[in-house]
């Protein structure tokens, strides 16, 4: 249920019936405390202003006009002219048991959208390392948000698969074939490529015939084309083993490399000049862009055909929002990047537009995080000052939760700790990023991501075997679950409503994009319960009626942080 969007349409005509224009704005919102109401309207002073009214004349007229028959008991004025809504208790009751009735909780499906949604896009032949788990984990809960909203979600894994160091990749990969003369696993791929690298350094034979590769794989060569696959494979290969286990919903079709915009770049380098948009620059070909100023103050020139003919990062970027656009239809199209290459994708898609290549109703949005910082606020690496492999990090999440858990059950069976060692361990590592307000730089903390207080994994996936523990203990089927919700209590009230607000934060998470406010949610949710489940006893309830109806609330309480958790990839367990 979007209670807002019902207030917001009901509140609006009551406005426009005492003479506010019609594109007035009510500014609903959920209220910050209960003695406001549950939701607020705030758009009354500014109407009035227009109006060239006093605010509480015009708010007291408006709640004349405003009605909320059924669906709120009481709407006082307050303050300059602000309006609090309570809702009613009998409405709250059967907007629950609607939701309950309905395998999607009463959350309706949007207008479909085509959303594509580039994240992770680790790099070929390079370990994925902390770098990436952002964009991976923020990205995949964009992904399934809106993808459970009903929208044709394509996610884009922009994998770096392209580029002039293909071909000492390519020529390392034959010599290892031939000294090896088998399959060769690249268990090692950061190695594999520091390997290469010393190669071409150091052998002017080798780097010669890797300047050769280069050159025949971009001519479409078929023996370098199939080594270039050969490497993608094995990093792919390598990349898919993480998602799975950290329940990432990315798969092997998911890719959409670098290299799949190679055949636009001509193209787009002679309509860009066609346009008057790109000039020769002592040989290489560059935009100049009043938005963006260098040192001197000038309009910088962004290069997107260097001197000797390559392209570069800017002119893939540019060539793959217009892919997205005209091939893959996208309406809105989301980037999981860190905060460094913003001014990359700015310039990128200042271009795009004015090319014309993406129209600006189809928004181009970078949703930008910070780095991973270590607790000493520098970037997180590993003590000897390297990048911490992405698996290392998981296998060490997952070995400390399972000390943590058998500390707590010392007499748990050892396939029942790995199994939720595994779910609790990775599943803190994901919250604890999802959890934050992504734009910032966040520090790593092991003690903080694994406590059992506070807004982590281990605190909401234990409130949820909680909650369902109250049916196991009892030996009552979830299903069975006869009558109707009766609300009593303040505390069921607040329950309700919060419950309820469980599709406002769907849209706003689908909206912004922002996953630490489904994370919000259900960390206030999960103390809405314990507060509920404290104060108004539920299999001890006197009557059976107020028994069903608390058992009601539980059950729904259960099935939206199961939910929830499902839209940030996060795991649960039946009992922890
Ligand atoms: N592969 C790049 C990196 O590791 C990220 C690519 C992001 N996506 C894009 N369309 N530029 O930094």
Redesign the pocket.
């Known amino acids: 249920m979007n209670i807002q969007a019902l207030l917001t349409e009901k509140v609006s005509q009551a406005m426009i019936a005492v003479g506010a224009p019609a594109d007035c704005e009510p500014q609903v919102r959920q209220s910050a405390r209960p003695q406001f109401g549950d939701y607020q309207a705030n758009g009354v002073m500014a109407i009035a202003k227009k109006l060239g009214m006093p605010p509480r004349q015009l708010a007291e007229q408006l709640l004349e006009k405003l009605d909320l028959t059924g669906i709120a008991e009481k709407v006082e004025i307050a303050g300059p002219g602000f309006i609090n809504i309570f809702l009613a208790r009998d409405w709250l009751q059967l907007q629950i048991d609607s939701a309950l009735s309905s395998p999607r909780l009463g959350i309706p499906q949007e207008k479909p959208q085509t959303i594509v949604i580039?994240y992770s896009?680790?790099?070929v032949a390079k370990e994925m390392h902390v770098?990436?788990v952002r964009s991976t984990i923020i990205g995949d809960a964009a992904a399934r948000t809106l993808g459970f909203l009903g929208h044709k979600v394509i996610r884009a894994n922009?994998?770096?698969d392209w580029g002039t160091q293909f071909g000492m990749l390519i020529a390392f990969l034959e010599k290892k074939q031939n000294e090896n003369h088998e399959e060769i696993a690249l268990a090692d791929l950061e190695n594999f490529y520091r390997e290469a690298k010393r190669h071409y350094d150091e052998d002017p034979e080798f780097a010669e015939r890797a300047r050769r590769y280069v050159v025949k794989l971009q001519g479409g060569d078929e023996y370098c084309r199939k080594m270039w696959k050969c490497l993608v494979d094995i990093t792919m290969a390598q990349n898919q083993k993480v998602y799975d286990r950290l329940n990432v919903t990315l798969q092997r079709d998911d890719v959409m490399g670098e290299s799949l915009y190679n055949a636009m770049l001509p193209g787009i380098v002679s309509d860009l000049k066609a346009k008057g948009l790109a000039v020769e620059d002592d040989g290489a070909t560059v935009v100049y862009l009043d938005e963006f100023k260098n040192k001197e103050g000038e309009p910088m020139g962004v290069i997107i055909q260097k001197k000797d003919g390559g392209y570069l990062?800017t002119t893939t970027?540019i060539a793959?929002a217009k892919y997205r656009y005209e091939t893959l239809h996208a309406d809105r199209i989301l980037?999981y990047?860190d905060s460094r290459?913003h001014q990359h994708?700015m310039q990128a898609w200042t271009i795009v537009r004015k090319a014309g290549y993406v129209p600006t109703s189809v928004p181009l949005e970078h949703h930008a995080f910070g780095m991973m910082l270590g607790k000493d606020g520098k970037p997180f690496k590993t003590r000897a000052g390297g990048t911490i492999r992405l698996s290392d990090l998981l296998d060490e999440a997952v070995s400390r939760a399972r000390t943590l858990i058998a500390d707590k059950n010392p007499d748990m069976s050892d396939s029942e700790l790995s199994q939720m060692a595994e779910v609790v361990g990775i599943g803190a590592v994901k919250y604890a990023d999802l959890s934050k307000s992504r734009t910032t730089d966040y520090i790593f903390d092991w003690d903080l991501m694994l406590a059992f207080e506070g807004n982590t994994a281990p605190y909401m996936q234990y409130a949820y075997t909680r909650v369902i523990s109250v049916f196991r203990k009892a030996g009552i089927d979830e299903n069975s679950v006869q009558g109707a919700v009766i609300i009593g209590e303040p505390r069921e009230a607040s329950l309700a409503a919060r419950l309820l607000q469980f599709e406002e934060t769907l849209l706003q998470v689908a909206r912004d994009g922002t996953p630490h406010l489904m994370c919000a949610y259900l960390y206030d949710l999960a103390g809405l319960f314990s507060s509920f489940y404290e104060h108004c006893p539920i299999l001890a309830a006197a009557e059976e009626a107020t028994r069903n109806s608390r058992l009601k609330l539980a059950l729904l309480t259960a099935k939206t942080l199961k939910l929830g958790l499902d839209m940030l990839g996060i795991r649960t367990l039946e009992r922890m």
């Open positions: 580039d896009a680790p790099n770098g990436h922009h994998v770096g990062y970027d793959c980037y990047i290459q994708l």
